[in-house]
């Protein structure tokens, strides 16, 4: 019902893009348009980056020693940033000196478009401004963002940097990767021991249910791939937590909120019989390093 009035508050364009996106065999959504994501309550705001950021590093530091993310002459990396560039006008804004992303559906046209720059833009500068300070004035943050970021319209399975990654971050990204292996690979790639990275993942089910997990583990997980697409590949935290350390990426997993007392639904014997209930009831982890 949750999810039932859930699509009802949506445009018919957003219900068509979740459809194409959950929908097996529909795979791909239509693409942005600028007024979508400007006016969308996730999307269009922009500062929710440095939001992200303050939280989870305030969780990681409760976890291990961990200091504030330094941007200032680095080379910053994100997996999937998103049709509005992700963490890149805060990581430029703050110093870096190059922000380099693989995003499937990035439209370069649409980000350079006025009104993503008069509307998206301008408001997250003005943020960024009121956070960290005047450290440029709007050209300037434009210009630098115009000079310093390269966006590559592909899966991160394939990007392609010369040279290595100083920072590695993603949002809620790994968990829509399909398969993911090539993605680790390439993060070993282009990492180098004290590469820093920070990579938050959902593993519920994206949806205003009661409980973010609701749904998921009525059957097992290919059942639920097959019938839902390809939105999510539904590993959970160990499996992340796994996959990083196969490829000798010296990561933490966080978790970072747990959900059980709320679950009420069935869950089938293919999840019991392979995840404690740690791992079923994570929803958010943070994969974080280099950990000792
Ligand atoms: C939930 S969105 C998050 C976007 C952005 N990180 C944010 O927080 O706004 C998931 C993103 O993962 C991207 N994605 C899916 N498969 C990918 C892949 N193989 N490589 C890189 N990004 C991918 C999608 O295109 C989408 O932008």
Redesign the pocket.
Same mark, same amino acid.
């Given at each position: 019902m949750a999810k039932l009035e859930y699509l009802l508050s949506l445009t018919p364009r957003e219900s068509w893009r979740i459809l194409r996106h959950r929908l097996p065999g529909l795979r791909g959504g239509p693409s942005w348009q600028p007024n979508e994501l400007i006016y969308s309550s996730? &999307?269009g705001r922009g500062i929710r980056f440095a939001e992200l950021l303050l939280r989870q590093e305030a969780v990681v530091a409760r976890a291990m020693a961990w200091e504030p993310l330094n941007f200032e002459g680095k080379r910053v990396v994100?997996?999937?940033?998103?049709?509005?560039g992700?963490y890149g006008p805060l990581a430029l804004f703050c110093g870096a000196v190059s922000f380099e992303s693989?995003?499937?559906?990035w439209d370069a046209a649409l980000f350079e478009s006025p009104e993503v720059a008069e509307k998206y833009l301008f408001i997250f500068y003005a943020d960024l401004v009121a956070l960290y300070g005047q450290r440029m004035d709007f050209d300037t943050f434009r210009r630098t963002l115009r000079e310093r970021m390269q966006i590559q319209h592909?899966?991160?399975?394939k990007f392609t940097m010369a040279g290595k990654a100083d920072i590695v971050l993603?949002?809620?990204?790994l968990e &829509?990767?399909?398969p993911i292996e090539?993605?680790i690979d390439k993060l070993a790639e282009i990492q180098h021991a004290r590469t820093r990275f920070l990579h938050l993942v959902d593993f519920g089910n994206?949806y205003p249910t009661g409980n973010p997990l609701d749904g998921l583990y009525e059957q097992p997980r290919d059942d639920y791939i097959a019938r839902r697409g390809k939105a999510m590949n539904l590993l959970r935290a160990p499996d992340v937590d796994a996959l990083f350390k196969s490829r000798n990426i010296p990561a933490k997993t966080i978790p970072s909120r747990f959900v059980k007392e709320t679950y009420h639904g069935h869950i089938h014997p293919w999840w019991r019989e392979r995840y404690d209930e740690d791992a079923l009831f994570t929803q958010l982890a943070l994969v974080v390093g280099p950990a000792a």
């Amino acid at each position: 019902m949750a999810k039932l009035e859930y699509l009802l508050s949506l445009t018919p364009r957003e219900s068509w893009r979740i459809l194409r996106h959950r929908l097996p065999g529909l795979r791909g959504g239509p693409s942005w348009q600028p007024n979508e994501l400007i006016y969308s309550s996730k &999307h269009g705001r922009g500062i929710r980056f440095a939001e992200l950021l303050l939280r989870q590093e305030a969780v990681v530091a409760r976890a291990m020693a961990w200091e504030p993310l330094n941007f200032e002459g680095k080379r910053v990396v994100e997996v999937g940033c998103g049709p509005l560039g992700g963490y890149g006008p805060l990581a430029l804004f703050c110093g870096a000196v190059s922000f380099e992303s693989a995003e499937p559906e990035w439209d370069a046209a649409l980000f350079e478009s006025p009104e993503v720059a008069e509307k998206y833009l301008f408001i997250f500068y003005a943020d960024l401004v009121a956070l960290y300070g005047q450290r440029m004035d709007f050209d300037t943050f434009r210009r630098t963002l115009r000079e310093r970021m390269q966006i590559q319209h592909c899966g991160f399975e394939k990007f392609t940097m010369a040279g290595k990654a100083d920072i590695v971050l993603s949002q809620s990204c790994l968990e &829509h990767v399909f398969p993911i292996e090539g993605t680790i690979d390439k993060l070993a790639e282009i990492q180098h021991a004290r590469t820093r990275f920070l990579h938050l993942v959902d593993f519920g089910n994206h949806y205003p249910t009661g409980n973010p997990l609701d749904g998921l583990y009525e059957q097992p997980r290919d059942d639920y791939i097959a019938r839902r697409g390809k939105a999510m590949n539904l590993l959970r935290a160990p499996d992340v937590d796994a996959l990083f350390k196969s490829r000798n990426i010296p990561a933490k997993t966080i978790p970072s909120r747990f959900v059980k007392e709320t679950y009420h639904g069935h869950i089938h014997p293919w999840w019991r019989e392979r995840y404690d209930e740690d791992a079923l009831f994570t929803q958010l982890a943070l994969v974080v390093g280099p950990a000792a």
